[in-house]
């Protein structure tokens, strides 16, 4: 077979008006060839013949079949047609074909006005961080994206469970300064799935007067923004970096989203940090009333004296046991109230299965058990204690024997 460099030589000879016979001289090849290559359309091509395998019986068969369903795993494949053979070579020429036999699936290009929506993710960051027990855990970090301006926020939350994902989403929109008018997000469980949302989440959207938009599944484009992101992340943020703790981990991302904000978006030729003021200008405004967020219980102190927020344990004060406390939690506290006033407040721990303790609640705890221990007065002849001792020792208020 001649070159492409031959092939075109002999093109430009021919119109030239060099006889054919001459060129194939010159050349040193066949006036057969010479004839080929005037009269081809195409520059020259090697072509490998076709290699009969063991797959190529079944090739026509599996085919068709993809013709009809596509998407028909290869396994199914393998025993629709018979194939006897090794499961993985079949798998190869199956992952061949399929893209043949794919519909063609486009993808508009998205144009996002400004203050309409923030695209929200949670991004796993490859990495553990240790945790106030010694351990460590890989934690979800809340990415909030301004679609219009590619102005980044994001932290790192304790859990993926609604209360954290609201409280997360509000402290991101304060550090925004407005409210997108949408916020577009997968379906995350902790914002709801198949069209019902969770529990508190459209009380918050109402509150904001914001919109939650929830993609349908295997619709990665709508939220290619954020996604993208998380890649940078990864890419960029990640490498050669530790942390100790959760803490250390926000303090530093916030420093370099600071830095990322002020670099170029190739998409949108411009930086973040210039375009978030139109985007901010057409978002909404913040609500004028703190929002109600976070873990929310109230129970009844037992005489243990701790409370559960999450999967840990927090000491409360034991003056309150046997009464109506109201547990509080947000990013940062662990806070119960008992008829308004606070009886217990600790930072709140990340680890799980944790028991906190205020060396002062055990300190009460021992005097009132000194209390509850001491010997009644000379004269009782009483072999057992009233159970109104009991209530005493507590504070506990009773009405015809039932606790108030």
């Known amino acids: 077979m001649i070159t492409l460099e031959d092939w075109a030589l002999i093109r430009r000879l021919a119109v030239e008006g060099v006889p054919k016979k001459q060129i194939a001289e010159r050349l040193g090849i066949s006036r057969t060839t010479v004839v080929k290559a005037v009269a081809s359309s195409a520059p020259p091509k090697y072509e490998r013949s076709p290699i009969v395998t063991s797959f190529s019986p079944f090739e026509a068969r599996v085919r068709a079949l993809l013709e009809e369903h596509p998407e028909m795993p290869a396994t199914v494949l393998a025993e629709r047609v018979g194939w006897s053979g090794s499961i993985t070579w079949f798998r190869d020429n199956v992952r061949r074909l399929r893209p043949e036999h794919r519909r063609p699936d486009p993808a508009d290009r998205l144009v996002w006005a400004a203050g309409d929506a923030a695209q929200c993710d949670l991004w796993f960051p490859p990495k553990r961080i240790p945790l106030e027990n010694g351990a460590t855990a890989l934690l979800p970090v809340l990415v909030i994206v301004a679609a219009h301006s590619r102005f980044t926020t994001g932290r790192m939350l304790p859990t993926r469970q609604t209360p954290d994902l609201l409280l997360g989403t509000w402290s991101l929109l304060q550090d925004l300064g407005r409210v997108p008018r949408r916020l577009i997000w997968d379906n995350e469980s902790g914002i709801g799935r198949r069209g019902r949302l969770a529990g508190g989440v459209g009380e918050f959207c109402g509150t904001l007067a914001t919109h939650l938009h929830q993609l349908k599944p295997y619709d990665p484009e709508s939220k290619g923004i954020v996604e993208r992101r998380n890649g940078f992340f990864e890419t960029s943020f990640m490498p050669g970096r530790s942390f100790d703790s959760p803490a250390d981990f926000n303090i530093q991302f916030a420093e370099w989203l600071q830095r990322a904000n002020s670099r170029e978006v190739r998409t949108i030729k411009a930086r973040p940090i210039d ?24 129970i009844r102190l037992g005489r243990d004296y701790y409370v559960r927020v999450d999967s840990s344990d927090y000491s409360v004060d034991p003056n309150a046991i046997g009464r109506q406390v109201v547990v509080t939690a947000d990013l940062e506290r662990v806070r119960v109230r008992l008829d308004g006033r606070i009886v217990a407040d600790h930072p709140r721990v990340w680890a799980r299965q944790m028991t906190v303790t205020d060396p002062a609640h055990v300190e009460v705890a021992r005097s009132l058990r000194e209390q509850f221990g001491r010997p009644r007065a000379a004269g009782d002849d009483h072999l057992g204690r009233d159970l109104a001792d009991y209530d005493r020792a507590f504070g506990l208020d009773t009405i015809d024997g039932q606790v108030a």
Do not use: E, S
Request: proline letters at 12%; charged letters at 15%.
């Open 275 to 298: 375009l978030v003021d139109t985007d901010r200008a057409a978002m909404l405004a913040l609500p004028p009333i703190p929002l109600q967020l976070g873990w929310r219980n109230q």
